[in-house]
Structures are given as structure tokens and as C-alpha cells.
């Protein structure tokens, strides 16, 4: 697999993984969300580890890149906005991290 499909196979996956935690959060399935928040470390770590390889790619591959990176950028946001209008973004994060010691009012919407 050269560079560019190893970005896409990874940034799709990303993408695939938004979706699905959009419907574990919108159906207030916590553990799925958690699951699928432990399976995304793989696809981004390598991204990380990758991004300079954007410079040897041509630039239809880059604009190609951008824009599925744009996508998954705007689902991500989406996701953020479900999250903290609906689950009570902060509480869920601290109870993450285990942390129980200053919950905020969650109407349970």
C-alpha cells in the first residue's frame, strides 16, 4: 500500500468512526462510545505520525486528502455539539477520567 492510500485507508476509517460514535451518542450507548473512542487511536496515531508525508504527494492527492479531512472535521464538530448539548459533554469527559468530585446540572435531555 503506497502513502497516500495508507492515509486514506486511515482517514476513512476515522470517518467511519465518527459516524458510528454519532449514533452511539445520539442513542446514549456510553460503552459503545467508549469502544469506538479506544478503536480511533490506531487510524490517528498513524496519521500523526504521517502528516509530513502530505509534501511528497501530488496535489490532486492532497486536495483529495483535504477534503475528507474537512468532512470528518465537520462531523467531528457536529459530534462535540451532540455530545455537549445532549450528554453533558464536560460530565461525560470527567467521568472518563474518573473524576465525579463537581458535576454540572445534566437535564438528561
Not at 476509517?13 to 459503545?32: G, V, W
Not at 451532540?82 to 473524576?99: A, H, P, S, W
Amino acid at each position: 500500500m503506497n502513502e497516500f492510500d495508507a492515509l486514506m485507508h486511515h482517514l476513512m476509517t476515522l470517518e467511519t468512526l465518527t459516524e458510528q460514535k454519532i449514533d452511539a451518542a445520539t442513542s446514549r450507548d456510553t460503552n459503545r462510545l467508549v469502544q469506538l473512542l479506544q478503536e480511533e487511536l490506531d487510524p490517528l496515531n498513524y496519521i500523526n505520525q504521517h502528516l509530513l508525508d502530505l509534501a511528497i504527494l501530488s496535489q490532486a492527492q492532497r486536495q483529495i486528502i483535504g477534503q475528507h479531512a474537512m468532512r470528518w472535521q465537520e462531523r467531528t464538530q457536529f459530534l462535540h455539539d451532540v455530545l455537549q448539548t445532549q450528554l453533558g459533554y464536560c460530565d461525560f469527559v470527567r467521568m472518563l477520567m474518573g473524576d465525579t468530585r463537581a458535576q454540572a446540572l445534566n437535564m438528561d435531555l
